[in-house]
């Protein structure tokens, strides 16, 4: 799964690496976004124009009688997420981009759970795959634009950590990814790969991390140094 990750990069390389302006948005750079939080997101109009947006992390179904619903549906699984009744109609009309710079797995140590992070090698930011709802609250007619990041199998150089890792779209993925004229399943469904282990690094992380509040450029910093 992914249930934590960092988002830093200069508003400068966000939009040279997704190809879409911030206009007035600034936002701050963020090393820890746990889920039920707001996250920068890319989404594409009919026409296929690109846009950041703000997105709560949590995907609630149009459906969904109560927002808690999100609170199970942070991760989509690669292999059933054109079925499962809570992602099939996003994942055929409502496809996201979420960039990340690097995210945090746990491994099970004698000691307690040792967090990693990883990023790529080029330090350039990651896209995760993700899909996005508008959920009305019937009590108070707020809408709630939510996302969900899609998994799939670890790669090997993640595998020692946890057997699930993002989805990370190449850039020529991502743009089929967004694609507005793309509704069939199976050209979707061929993007949902593991990410090339060899452009990725992995290195142990303070256990501070642990705590969501905690949000600070040190926690990126590997451990030791």
């Known amino acids: 799964m992914c249930g934590r990750f960092a988002q830093y990069s200069s508003g400068e390389v966000l939009e040279a690496s997704f190809g879409a302006s911030l206009g007035a948005q600034t936002p701050a750079p963020r090393y820890n976004i746990a889920p039920g939080s707001a996250l920068l997101a890319v989404r594409a109009d009919p026409l296929g124009a690109r846009s950041f947006t703000m997105l709560h992390w949590g995907l609630i179904p149009s459906w969904a009688k109560e927002r808690k619903f999100g609170t199970r549906t942070i991760n989509a699984r690669a292999e059933t997420?054109?079925?499962k009744p809570a992602f099939r109609a996003?994942?055929?009309?409502?496809?996201?981009?979420?960039?990340a710079d690097g995210f945090y797995e746990w491994q099970a140590t004698p000691t307690g759970k040792q967090p990693y992070f990883i990023t790529r090698r080029d330090r350039l930011p990651m896209a995760f795959a993700g899909l996005w709802e508008v959920w009305t609250d019937s009590a108070t007619g707020q809408e709630i634009a939510s996302t969900t990041i899609l998994v799939t199998a670890a790669n090997a150089l993640t595998r020692p950590i946890h057997d699930?890792?993002?989805v990370i779209l190449s850039s020529a993925d991502a743009g089929a990814?967004?694609?507005?004229?793309?509704?069939?399943p199976a050209p979707l469904i061929a993007l949902l790969k593991a990410?090339?282990?060899?452009?990725?690094?992995?290195?142990p992380v303070s256990r501070r991390v642990?705590?969501?509040?905690?949000?600070?450029?040190?926690?990126?910093?590997?451990?030791?140094?």
């Open 81 to 83: 997420v054109a079925e």
């Open 90 to 99: 996003a994942f055929r009309r409502r496809r996201c981009l979420i960039p």
């Open 164 to 166: 699930r890792m993002p």
């Open 177 to 184: 990814w967004l694609d507005p004229t793309q509704a069939q």
């Open 195 to 203: 990410f090339d282990a060899d452009s990725m690094q992995v290195y």
């Open 210 to 225: 642990n705590v969501p509040t905690q949000d600070d450029a040190t926690l990126i910093e590997p451990l030791g140094e």
